[in-house]
């Protein structure tokens, strides 16, 4: 074996060893990456089962007010059970339309193109459209 083969053999080890060294710590970022986002998975997951919870126990709240306001204005305001609904279901649609209109207005605006893309993805397959 000549001495220019011998060096390019250990050129090409040396290329091996490093490619193979550059794979395992790609490998190391790859695990860490998953694990990072499997603990943000759970974190998440959580997080919106305790907004949901607090959403429950906000409706249920919201209705207990709405009752005790209720029979607020039948004794104060000496007012007929129909009327008292009445004016409570007013109030609601009056806050109602407003937080429509305002969130309506917050979810308009510029989306990247890979949004809408995923968007109308995401909606074809939900209503089974090709």
């Given at each position: 074996m000549s001495e220019s083969e011998s060096q390019r053999s250990r050129g090409l080890g040396a290329a091996a060893r490093v490619t193979a060294l550059a794979s395992s710590v790609m490998d190391l970022h790859v695990r860490i990456a998953l694990q990072e986002m499997d603990r943000?998975?759970?974190?998440?997951?959580?997080?919106?089962?305790?907004?949901?919870m607090g959403g429950g126990l906000m409706l249920f709240a919201l209705l207990a007010l709405e009752v005790?306001?209720?029979i607020s204005m039948q004794k104060v305001l000496?007012?007929?059970l129909e009327?008292?609904?009445?004016?409570?279901?007013l109030i609601n649609i009056t806050f109602a339309g407003v937080s429509l209109r305002v969130g309506g207005h917050l979810?308009?605006?510029?989306?990247?193109r890979e949004t809408l893309e995923g968007?109308?993805?995401t909606t074809k397959a939900v209503f089974g459209k090709s």
């Open positions: 943000e998975k759970r974190r998440l997951i959580s997080g919106g089962v305790f907004l949901a005790a306001l209720v000496d007012w007929q009327w008292s609904l009445l004016v409570v279901a979810v308009k605006g510029p989306y990247l968007l109308s993805k």
